[in-house]
């Protein structure tokens, strides 16, 4: 193409304003918003972000490329030298691009013509619509007549189910024929799609799967390295869990892998979910199977979730769970999430309990009884043990911990293995074959000593066996040729099928419930005809260790029920779950007014909508930090997103309306924090920070607003470890490079384009008066430049003999009167940590700032929470303090200006705005909040028209 074809195509399509208008203007816009935040200067990089959603690149591309050479052409813009090329990633594209300056300040300086640079593609009530936590169907159909004829109907629906769904769990009972189910399941996927299938399972249970196999006319290969890996065999490989934790065999080479007894990657944070995670994840279908979920840790079932790539394990987290803001990992489900959370399970998760509860034949499906007998041995109670301070006890505590609970187990190991002897001799002369289970080696060697010495014949299974070996033992055991079976659950109890003995003794009780339930069902499950007897011995000294093994048994009951009602509700079917999925969306607008405010039960967005252009003089607001929280069960809360851009998708609806509300030249004050990301789930190894308040930051750039700049507001480095323990005093001892710094709260202050650009000024200015603000004051606030008063610091004895609330405050206001000292800083702490007098859990010597937008002053404690928490009513989230609230208004606002908070919570904005003579209005989703908001303001309009005593004097003089 010659020069004069490209110059007639780019007027051609700079011409077309009846087809590509609307997209000049908005590529304009969008240049302009670049222009003003970088100096003038134009980065085509920065403008196609602004330009780009999650769909893509908002304009047509012919009209971006023409644009520049248009506005060069026209002398608004020239070529200051060249800038690299960078995808949506920050990957360089090779090829550089111009980068521009703008030399035409009139253009700079035009108001916007266009809504916000990029608009949503759909629909407000879609984007909700589309939350649904419905799992995505990754599979593929397949009919049922050609799942293998020797399948029972529950267990081909199951088979077809899972297929469809591509990541799937199968939590089927005991008996059920999980194995077999998972056989096919791998078997059809082989049938359709090219590369080798896995099953992964614990070690011993791969005899299980080999008879299973010989039903379907599967061969089965046993694994545990790559170079085992066989391109020629058409089978179903199977391995164990240590050889993936390992790194001995790659998980990535395989197209579809089962995880059986999947409950190995219940241990959040240990070496094998590390690894997992990261592992599977390029593996097109996965799957899990397991009987026993554990019903005391919720926290293992979203562990699935984010194995299965359903849903991060983060985001499963914010969606169900309410956290405790004063220590980590301190989960509750959500009252009202507990239906829904059940709902979202069984989209991905199949949990059955019988043939029936997926409508079909059940003959033969019935449990026999489980009489479980619990025995206890007396030992001696005294204790004659001192712990690590020194201090020493007269009696056991039946409350032990682990670690104490392992050393109660070494103390009563005769008396409890005498007994299992009794037991054990019991159905040796009955002629039955049983099973003990041990927890600790000397147990297991005192068993098979005392075994021997009773003539009885034994198979035994150690962790330091070779695979061999543990077959070995096992068949004989299977064969008839030993009457006695020995091992560990860890060891033998997932998987296995052992109801040739109906007797199985447990020669000690352990926290660990997953372990004692699995291991109960070796025995006690479909296909057992005999009743099964369980006996879990125990020392007196272990009632604590009982009873809590007992509530967790009680939690898994409860959850079966709860299951067993959701899928003989709406079975396997994907839709008719959708359907029951659909929370309330919308909400029926409430307005309560008063003299100087308005406030409304509402969707933000919907409100912000209804709003008159240019009626707002100040938004103050405090918004949701991505997924953090959930304030509501309702999809319009902008916490029920499933990560951050999910979340400024959401928020690309209600900041272009903010934009329109405010008066031109006022100032919109977002209040934010950046997030704290765990090492364990990011896979980092260390906790890092997403730095949220940059992403609020562009966003608001985005959307058409100035960027004015940043007020910090520090907060308790000491507390905020003690929430989320990234910043341990023990660990920075162990590596420093582990800890980062203190995360503090930002206040970022956006101005909305004022009509006139060839002037600084508001269309309506914030005044003030000599008298309001002195020169004294401007001073302070523009330089931040604090003279020494001369006092000195209080040494660390007159520090010591302080209360805790007068150390923290004195020393505070010592580092704004003097030169800061860092080292006497550290010495002082240092010796009262010395005298015992440091507290551990707040920042007692946290020095003042002399910076104007640093803020170290604000009271945590002055929000409305502590007015809700005095009344016993529901406290919010993330309250914000009246400190921030009332500098911002002072400074930002006129008497008389209409103050509105989109994210109202309890209303402190309008309630703040009313107290300095201002307007206040507010939207709340929430309605308990709401109503409690309400009556805040109702009492202040009252406070404002109840006459003082001075008016009272005033008035009768006159």
Not at 98 to 117: G, H, I, M, R, T
Not at 223 to 236: H, K, L, M, S
Request: charged share 25%; with cysteine; glycine share 8%.
């Amino acid at each position: 193409m010659t020069r004069g074809q490209r110059d007639a195509v780019i007027d051609a399509v700079n011409g077309s304003t009846h087809v590509h208008g609307d997209d000049q203007r908005r590529i304009e816009a969008a240049m302009r918003m670049v222009a003003r935040a970088n100096d003038g200067f134009l980065d085509p990089n920065k403008v196609r972000d602004a330009l780009t959603n999650q769909h893509g690149l908002t304009v047509d591309p012919r009209v971006l490329s023409a644009r520049y050479s248009a506005l060069a052409g026209r002398k608004v813009i020239k070529r200051a030298g060249s800038i690299r090329n960078l995808d949506a990633a920050g990957r360089n594209q090779g090829k550089p691009m111009w980068l521009y300056e703008v030399v035409d300040e009139a253009w700079l300086n035009q108001a916007a013509e266009s809504p916000a640079p990029a608009v949503p593609e759909r629909s407000y009530m879609e984007f909700l619509k589309a939350k649904a936590a419905v799992s995505p169907q990754s599979g593929f159909d397949v009919a049922i007549e050609d799942l293998h004829p020797r399948l029972f109907e529950h267990q081909k629906l199951l088979v077809r189910w899972a297929l469809a769904g591509g990541c799937r769990a199968v939590f089927a009972a005991f008996g059920i024929g999980k194995s077999i189910i998972q056989l096919e399941i791998l078997r059809q996927i082989k049938i359709r799609h090219a590369g080798p299938v896995a099953i992964v399972a614990p070690l011993g249970v791969r005899i299980e799967f080999a008879n299973d196999a010989e039903k379907l006319g599967v061969a089965t290969r046993f694994i545990q390295r790559d170079a085992q890996v066989d391109p020629e065999f058409g089978g179903i490989y199977l391995t164990n869990y240590e050889s993936v934790r390992d790194g001995k065999l790659t998980p990535g080479q395989f197209t579809a892998v089962s995880l059986d007894e999947a409950s190995i990657l219940r241990s959040f944070g240990s070496k094998t979910y590390q690894e997992f995670l990261p592992r599977f994840a390029g593996v097109r279908y996965r799957f899990v199977a397991t009987a026993t979920p554990s019903p005391n840790r919720y926290k293992e079932l979203i562990h699935y979730a984010g194995f299965l790539g359903v849903m991060d394990t983060g985001q499963a987290l914010t969606r169900f769970f309410q956290r405790d803001s004063t220590k980590a990992n301190n989960l509750r489900l959500y009252p009202h999430k507990e239906r829904e959370f059940w709902l979202w399970l069984n989209t991905w998760a199949a949990f059955i309990q019988t043939p029936a509860d997926l409508g079909c034949d059940a003959t033969g499906y019935d449990l026999p009884p489980l009489e479980v007998h619990w025995r206890e041995v007396e030992i001696s109670l005294a204790d004659d043990t001192v712990d690590r301070d020194g201090q020493g006890h007269i009696f056991r505590s039946a409350d032990l911990s682990i670690k104490d609970a392992a050393r109660e187990k070494r103390i009563s190991l005769e008396p409890r293995v005498g007994e299992a002897m009794s037991i054990i001799s019991d159905a040796e002369l009955a002629g039955e074959q049983s099973i003990i289970w041990c927890d600790l080696n000397d147990e297991q060697d005192l068993v098979e000593k005392a075994l021997a010495h009773h003539g009885i014949t034994y198979s035994t299974v150690r962790g330091s066996q070779s695979t061999d070996e543990v077959e070995r033992q096992l068949m004989a055991w299977k064969g008839g040729e030993t009457s006695v079976l020995v091992g560990k659950p860890v060891m033998l109890g997932q998987g296995m099928n052992l109801q040739q003995a109906r007797t199985a003794v447990f020669v000690g009780v352990t926290y660990k419930f997953n372990d004692t339930i699995q291991a109960v069902h070796r025995i006690h499950r479909y296909g057992q005809t005999r009743t099964c007897h369980v006996h879990l011995i125990h020392s007196n000294a272990e009632t604590g260790v009982v009873a809590e093994l007992k509530r967790k048994w009680q939690q898994h009951e409860e959850l079966t029920s709860t299951m067993t009602d959701v899928i003989q509700e709406h079975g396997l079917d994907p839709e008719a779950i959708a359907q029951a999925l659909v929370r309330s969306m919308g909400v029926e607008r409430i307005e309560a007014s008063g003299e100087g405010w308005l406030v409304a039960n509402n969707d933000c967005v919907e409100e912000t909508r209804g709003m008159p252009e240019n009626e707002v003089d100040l938004v103050v607001t405090s918004i949701p930090f991505s997924n953090h929280y959930e304030y509501t069960p309702s999809y319009n809360d902008f916490g029920h997103t499933d990560d951050n851009a999910h979340f400024w998708e959401q928020m690309d609806f209600l900041t272009p309306e903010l934009h329109r509300i405010l008066k031109p030249g006022r100032i919109y004050a977002c209040h934010v924090k950046d997030r704290i990301l765990f090492g364990s789930v990011t896979g980092a190894g260390v906790p890092t920070v997403s730095p949220f308040h940059a992403e609020a930051l562009q966003h608001g750039i985005k959307h058409g607003f100035d960027y004015l700049g940043m007020i910090t507001v520090v907060t308790d480095v000491v507390r905020e470890n003690n929430q989320t323990y990234r910043l341990g005093y023990t660990e920075m001892r162990k590596d420093g490079t582990k800890m980062g710094a203190g995360s503090p709260e930002y206040i970022l202050l956006f101005h909305k384009p004022q009509t006139d650009r060839t002037r600084g000024y508001a269309d309506e200015p914030v005044t003030k008066t000599v008298e309001d603000y002195s020169l004294a004051r401007w001073q302070v606030d523009a330089h931040a430049f604090w003279r020494s008063s001369g006092q000195r610091h209080l040494t660390a004895d007159e520090l010591a003999a302080l209360p805790p609330e007068q150390l923290s405050r004195l020393f505070t206001q010592q580092t704004l009167a003097e030169v800061y000292d860092f080292e006497t800083h550290i010495k002082v702490g240092e010796e009262l940590h010395g005298e015992g007098r440091l507290p551990s859990t707040f920042m007692a010597l946290a020095p003042g700032s002399w910076h104007p937008d640093v803020w170290h002053d604000v009271n945590r404690m002055l929000t409305l929470n502590t007015e809700q928490s005095r009344k016993a009513q529901t406290m919010h989230v993330c309250p914000l303090q009246f400190d921030i609230v009332d500098r911002l208004i002072e400074r930002y606002s006129n008497p008389g200006d209409l103050v509105f908070d989109p994210f109202g919570g309890l209303f402190t904005v309008p309630l703040r705005a009313l107290k300095l003579g201002r307007r206040g209005r507010a939207v709340e989703l929430n309605s308990g909040y709401f109503l409690d908001g309400v009556k805040y303001l109702e009492a202040e309009e009252r406070q404002k028209e109840m006459p003082s005593l001075f008016d009272l004097e005033m008035s009768e003089t006159a």
